[in-house]
Every structure is written in structure tokens, then in C-alpha cells.
């Protein structure tokens, strides 16, 4: 069906033109009107003039009325002359409404930023995040010695559901992925070193990097990406929707009502977890040791327990605890800071996750040199 | 005799870059009703906001009781808020909120909570919906439920914004007539911001009327006399329901 409008564009003098618009402009045929609307106002150039001439105009609706009206306001922004002429009556009120006949403002533009200056903005925006995180990891600590004096102070009622949510529901996957992640690693090495009949080292090779490294490690990851995105979903839309400012009114800190039972519930799961998520390693390893590289279960388990050390364990936990503290304070941090609407939440989160596993990288690589230079 | 709870010197606020309010300075008689009136969008949200501590303004000065409204008391909250839209912690059931800040701030054994909670729910006419949390309530449900909760820890100035709107015609007069009565027999200090005439008429004993094209109080006194007798245009409009005179 052809539109049942119709456009002309009309040169009256040298710097003067116009759009005779006539027919019926609806939602309809809002399409093909832009698109013709777009392909002639361009012969209007700064300085001349293009009117509306609407005095065809059967009949106008709200959708195609908008459209006109922000052409000719971009027009004017353009430095190009327009109005709307010859309106019958009707047709001029919903000009009218549509605001057709406002003086329009200047806008004023910005200069795009360059490469150089992006990323300046983007270091000072970084560092600035950075200070924040630690000026909050400051309040906390005041916090939690806030709650060392006067236990009673303290939120306990959240504590056990969120170590029921964050430790017990998690532990499924933890020792899944731990189990494969110590089975794989097995894998690659079982080529290697049976070729120098050292099958037996599978056993230390595995004991040591899960319980020192993937053990911690990989739980960290799963417990960032379950109850560090959780927490700062659950604490932005509690921010967004007002809770937290009503909570500051009835004298109740976040600090010390929402964020130090969830780090508190973390610190309390993380080194459990890291316990089972060792032994799911260890296990992983010993299936590929006995199937592929004749080793009896008694024998892998021996020697495992001749190598790895209490040091190794408790590094290894030392560091878990390192890691729930760093996932909820970056989660909470991040989630309180949120503004405006849903969307901002969903932003915080993406973002509490990506810093987070930045930051247990980083936490692992200076741990692993420190315990290094301990001479262990 | 002038005996203020809260007085407010040069007040100026906005946000960034737009100035709401300029230089702006009152204050609220201990056992009055205050009204805080104005076009939306005008900050009267915002002005609460500063009111009750929750951020420092741009400039001047608010104290409550001789005090920034911040500080005090340990910490115990010396006044309650309603917000606009309840701001109800939503993990928690309508009576939990309510006695959030009674197991936060009172040594009252649970059974003397729950009720004191079932005693305020009554009072806004929301007993049958304790056990059920904020998301299965409607917005003037979650409004009243807002009311008790700011109402669970007896202090004697409560800041309530919108608490008509959205609420149906009974319900409305109802809730006027809980805080005249609250007003009269118990010397409750109310600060109310709203655009519901009917309400301002009925219970406003003393308003001031924000105005955002010039960053000024346009208006302060008793709401009717200010009704019958004010010649701002702006002012008469608005108590009369009228589109103002745009001059040309
Ligand atoms: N978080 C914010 N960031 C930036 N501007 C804001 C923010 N909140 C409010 N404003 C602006 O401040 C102005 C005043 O808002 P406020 O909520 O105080 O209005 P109000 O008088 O309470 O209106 P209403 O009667 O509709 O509730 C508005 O123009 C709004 O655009
Ligand atoms: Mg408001």
C-alpha cells in the first residue's frame, strides 16, 4: 500500500524553500515519512530557510507530529530557518502541543574526547575506584572493632542463611570443578613423566599445586562469581530502591547490618571449602595415577601425604580467607555504590565480578612471591 | 513563646549544577504540622533528604533539636522517616521491618515486639498483611506499612513524604485524621510534604511553599489564610487549582 502522504519540496527563491506536506501523516507511515523527510531537508543549508507548508494536512497524529517538530528543531540547530506555515486550525493545535512553534535552544557542543584524554580519564577514574574500595575496607575494619567491643551490636540473624547460601549450596560445584581441574592437570603430566618412568610424581606434582594454588584459587573463582555477584546485586537494589537510606535513618549502618555478616559468613566457608576442594583435587589426580599410570591407591595417598606439608594446607587456607575478604568487599563496596536504576545494579555487578577476579590474581601472585621470600 | 524543633538558616541545595534552592530559612514548632508544598520536581524530596541527615547540603545550616541532624544519642535515631515510596527492606515481612528498629534500639523481649508491631500495623490499618513482604503489597500498602515503621521507635517529630498519594480517598482522610490525632493527643511534631490540597487544608497549621524558576520559599504562613488572601499568582494558583497567568 503506497503512503497516504505526501511530500514536495519546493524552491520558493534562492535561499528560501519548503516541504509541502499534504494527505494523512500517521504511525503508520511514520517509515517512509522520516526517510523522505531525511532525503529533502538536506538541500537547506545554514543561513536559508525550509518551512512546513501544512495546509494539505488531512489529518496528523501525535507520532508523525514528532517527528516534524524534532526535524525542525534540529534544523534550527543547524543554523536553518524553519516553521511550520499555513496550518489549519487543528492541525496547528497539535503543533502546538508538540511544542512545533518553541524557540529552539542552542545546544552546546561537546568536544569528542581524544585517545590521550580517554585514557587519562579512564586512570583517574581507576584510581579513584581504588580509593574507594580501600576507604571502605577502612570503614569496615572500624566497624567490625565496633562489633569486637559490643558483640550484641552485631547482625547475626543473616549470618547462618548466608553461609548456608554461599558455603553449603556452593560446595557442589566446588568439588566438581576442583575434581577436573585436578584430573586434567594429571592427564598432561601422566605423558611427561611416564616417559621418564617417574610415575610416582604425579603424586607430588598434584599435592602440592592444588593444595598450595588451585585448591584456594579455583574456589575463590566459583565463590566470586556465585556470592560476590550476589551480594552486589542484592545490596544495589537495595540501594536503588532506598533500603539503605531508610536503614540510615532508623540509626542502622549497612556496615555493620549487611556487609559484616556476609564477609564474616565468606571468611567463615572460604578455608572449609578450600579443605574439600584439596581433597576433591588429590582425587582427581589419583583416578588418571591408578588408571593410566599403574599406581595403587594406597601408594598415591602415601606418597601424597609424604609430601605435602601442613605448610602447604595452611598456606593455601591462609590465602582463602585473603580471597572471601577481598570477594565481599569489592562486592558490597560496589553494590552500595550503585545509582539510579536497575540497569546501574546490573553495571555494579558485572563489575564487582571482573575487579574481584583482577584482584584474586593479583592477591595470589604477591601471596605466592611472599610466601617465597619466607623461605618455604 | 517560639519553642522550634527544627530551624533551618540559609539553606541552598541542588544538583550538580542545577541549583534547587537558594539561601532558604525556616523553622518548625515543636507540636505543629509543617507542610512543605511545592511543583513536582521542585526538591521538595530532596529538601527531606537534607532534613533528615542523609546528605550534607550545598550551604547553611539544619539542626533538629540544637542538633545537625546526623548526629546524637549514639546513634539512636531521634525522629522517624517515611519515604515516597516506603522503603521497605524487602527480604524482610512488613512486621519484621516495623520491628527492625524496636530489636535495634530497645531491650524489649521478642513477645513485647511483636506487640508493640501488631499495635502500629493496627493503626494504619494493616494488620492482616504482617506476615507478607513488600513485594506482595500495593504502593499504598507499603506507604501505611512505611508509616508504622517510622512510627515503631515513638519519637515525638516524624517526617512523612507523600503520605496521601496513592492511597484511595478513604484511606487518605483516614490517615489525615491518625496524625491530627497523633498531633493532638500526643504532641507528635509532623513535617509533611505534599501536593494533596484536601490534606494541606485539613491538617497543614503552618506550610512553606518551594518555587524552582526562583530558588526561593514564594510562600510561608497558614495554608488557608495564604489560600484566601495571598496575591502571588504562583501561590494563588496552586491552592486554587488554576493554570498561572503566563505573562508575555
Ligand atoms: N539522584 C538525582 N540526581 C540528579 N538529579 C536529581 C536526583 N534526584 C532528584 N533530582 C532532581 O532534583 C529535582 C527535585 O527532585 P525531588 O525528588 O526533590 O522533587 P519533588 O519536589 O520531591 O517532586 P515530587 O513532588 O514529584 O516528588 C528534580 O528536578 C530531579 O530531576
Ligand atoms: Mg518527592
Known amino acids: 500500500m503506497p503512503p497516504a502522504f505526501t511530500i514536495a519540496h519546493v524552491q520558493t527563491s534562492a535561499d528560501q524553500g519548503e516541504l509541502r506536506i499534504g494527505g494523512r501523516l500517521t504511525l503508520a507511515d511514520a517509515g517512509p515519512l522520516w526517510t523522505e523527510l531525511r532525503r529533502l531537508e538536506t538541500s537547506a543549508a545554514k543561513g536559508q530557510a525550509l518551512d512546513f507548508e501544512m495546509s494539505a494536512v488531512e489529518r496528523i497524529d501525535g507520532a508523525a507530529m514528532a517527528l516534524l517538530a524534532s526535524l525542525r528543531a534540529e534544523l534550527h540547530r543547524r543554523g536553518v530557518k524553519s516553521e511550520f506555515v499555513a496550518a489549519g486550525e487543528r492541525v496547528q493545535r497539535i503543533i502546538h502541543l508538540y511544542g512545533g512553534d518553541n524557540v529552539v535552544a542552542r545546544l552546546r557542543r561537546r568536544r569528542p574526547l581524544r585517545t590521550l584524554d580517554q585514557l587519562g580519564r579512564a586512570t583517574v577514574a581507576a584510581l579513584h575506584e581504588l580509593k574507594l574500595v580501600l576507604a571502605f575496607f577502612g570503614q569496615m575494619v572500624v566497624s567490625g572493632a565496633g562489633i569486637a567491643r559490643s558483640p550484641r551490636s552485631a547482625n547475626w540473624r543473616e549470618l547462618p542463611s548466608t553461609m548456608e547460601r554461599s558455603g553449603a549450596d556452593a560446595l557442589p560445584i566446588v568439588v566438581v570443578i576442583n575434581f577436573l581441574v585436578g584430573l586434567a592437570m594429571a592427564f598432561q603430566a601422566a605423558e611427561q613423566l611416564a616417559r621418564f618412568g617417574a610415575n610416582i610424581l604425579v603424586a607430588d606434582l598434584i599435592g602440592i599445586s592444588v593444595t598450595r594454588e588451585l585448591g584456594p584459587l579455583m574456589t575463590a573463582i566459583v565463590i566470586c562469581g556465585r556470592s560476590g555477584a550476589a551480594f552486589a546485586a542484592e545490596l544495589g537494589s537495595m540501594e536503588v530502591n532506598g533500603e539503605i537510606d531508610a536503614l540510615h535513618t532508623m540509626g542502622i549502618g549497612p556496615m555493620r547490618y549487611l556487609v559484616l555478616p556476609r564477609t564474616l559468613a565468606l571468611i567463615l566457608v572460604m578455608p572449609m571449602l578450600t579443605v574439600l576442594a584439596d581433597l576433591a583435587g588429590v582425587l582427581g589426580g589419583m583416578i588418571v595415577g591408578v588408571w593410566s599410570l599403574d599406581l595403587t591407591v594406597l601408594g598415591y595417598l602415601h606418597q601424597t601425604a609424604r609430601v605435602v606439608t601442613i605448610w602447604d594446607v595452611s598456606s593455601g587456607l591462609v590465602k582463602s580467607v585473603v580471597f572471601a575478604l577481598a570477594i565481599s568487599l569489592i562486592a558490597c563496596q560496589q553494590g552500595l555504590s550503585a545509582s539510579g536504576g536497575a540497569e546501574d545494579v546490573g553495571r555494579r555487578t558485572t563489575s564487582a565480578v571482573v575487579v574481584t577476579l583482577f584482584a584474586l590474581i593479583l592477591i595470589d601472585a604477591v601471596a605466592t612471591v611472599l610466601f617465597r621470600l619466607a623461605g618455604q | ?248
Open chain 2, 1 to 248: 513563646m517560639s519553642d522550634p524543633v527544627i530551624q533551618v538558616a540559609e539553606l541552598s541545595f541542588g544538583w550538580d549544577g542545577a541549583t534547587l534552592l537558594q539561601g532558604a530559612s525556616f523553622e518548625v514548632e515543636r507540636g505543629s504540622i509543617f507542610v512543605i508544598l511545592g511543583a513536582s520536581g521542585c526538591g521538595k524530596s530532596t529538601m527531606l533528604r537534607y532534613l533528615v541527615g542523609l546528605d550534607e547540603p550545598g550551604g547553611g545550616r539544619i539542626l533538629v533539636d540544637g542538633l545537625p541532624p546526623g548526629q546524637g544519642d549514639s546513634g539512636r535515631p531521634r525522629f522517624g522517616v517515611m519515604f515516597q515510596t516506603g522503603a521497605l527492606i524487602g527480604s524482610l515481612t512488613v512486621g519484621e521491618n516495623v520491628a527492625l528498629p524496636l530489636q535495634e534500639w530497645t531491650d524489649l523481649p521478642p513477645d513485647a515486639v511483636g506487640g508493640i508491631v501488631s499495635a502500629k500495623l493496627r493503626l494504619v490499618g494493616l494488620q492482616k498483611a504482617e506476615d507478607q513482604l513488600p513485594s506482595e503489597l500495593s504502593g499504598g500498602m507499603r506507604k501505611r506499612a512505611g508509616i508504622a515503621r517510622a512510627m515503631a521507635l515513638e519519637p515525638d517529630l516524624i517526617f512523612l513524604d507523600e503520605p496521601s498519594s496513592g492511597l484511595d480517598p478513604v484511606t487518605g482522610v483516614e490517615f489525615d485524621e491518625l496524625i491530627l490525632a497523633l498531633n493532638g493527643q500526643l504532641g507528635l511534631t509532623f513535617v509533611v510534604v505534599t501536593h494533596d490540597l484536601e490534606s494541606i487544608f485539613k491538617i497543614g497549621q503552618r506550610c512553606i511553599m518551594l518555587d524552582r524558576e526562583s530558588q526561593s520559599i514564594i510562600a510561608r504562613g497558614d495554608p488557608r489564610v495564604l489560600r484566601d488572601t495571598s496575591t502571588d499568582p504562583r501561590v494563588h494558583s496552586f491552592f486554587n487549582r488554576t493554570r498561572p497567568e503566563v505573562a508575555t
